[in-house]
């Protein structure tokens, strides 16, 4: 056999083996999307760490920290914004993302309503759907092309975009429930 035994043990588990030479064999395999692993272990902890008992519903963090008025949001915000990192990472289209957004400001506006609100945010489980969004569109391999010219460019922009209008929606619900108790003149 040409090259040796070293190149005859390298081809014994290749299909066709025994008719591919060393200088016809198959192109490598493109480098796999880059793992949703942290976007799903957060969407976890986020919104169904415990599941309540004969029920299929589960709370997560964000449920307990979005008691806090105002701070509850941002901190969900930043802490939910590693999904967003993550599907730029893995360079979902920019609709995709928007989308994820709207699920962050809907969640967000759902947590200002007191009391019932609470419930709502914790019944939308943001976080869950932005990572089935996330993993469905890198599984149909709806992705944009890594040569894609500006892509990662307008993708920070959206992702900045969306943080800073959440972050401002907190800021606004902060002085306004500051101005209520009169603690802001």
């Given amino acids: 056999m040409r090259g040796g035994p070293a190149v005859a043990r390298e081809r014994r588990g290749t299909p ?10 198959r192109a490598p395999e493109p480098a796999p999307a880059a793992s949703t692993t942290s976007s799903r272990l957060l969407a976890r902890l986020m919104d169904d760490m415990v599941r309540i008992p004969g029920t299929r519903f589960g709370l997560g963090l ?8 105002g701070i509850g949001d941002v901190a969900g915000t930043a802490i939910s914004s590693v999904i967003l ?7 979902v289209p920019i609709s995709v993302l928007l989308l994820m957004g709207w699920n962050l400001l809907f969640d ?4 200002l309503i007191p009391g019932v609100g609470d ?3 914790a019944a939308h489980r943001a976080n869950l759907k932005n990572l089935r969004l996330l993993e469905k569109t ?4 709806r992705t944009v092309d890594a040569s894609a010219k500006g892509y990662v460019v307008r993708a920070v922009l959206v992702v900045a975009v969306i943080l800073l209008v959440l972050i401002a ?15 802001v003149g």
Avoid: C, E, K
């Fill in 169 to 183: 929606f907190a800021a606004a619900t902060i002085w306004v429930l500051l101005r209520l108790i009169g603690a």
């Fill in 85 to 91: 990192a993550d599907a730029v990472r893995n360079r």
């Fill in 62 to 69: 964000d449920a307990l920290i979005g008691l806090i008025p």
């Fill in 108 to 111: 967000a506006i759902l947590g």
């Fill in 119 to 121: 419930v709502a945010d």
């Fill in 138 to 141: 890198v599984a149909q391999g």
């Fill in 16 to 25: 066709y083996a025994d008719q591919m030479s060393s200088r016809h064999r």
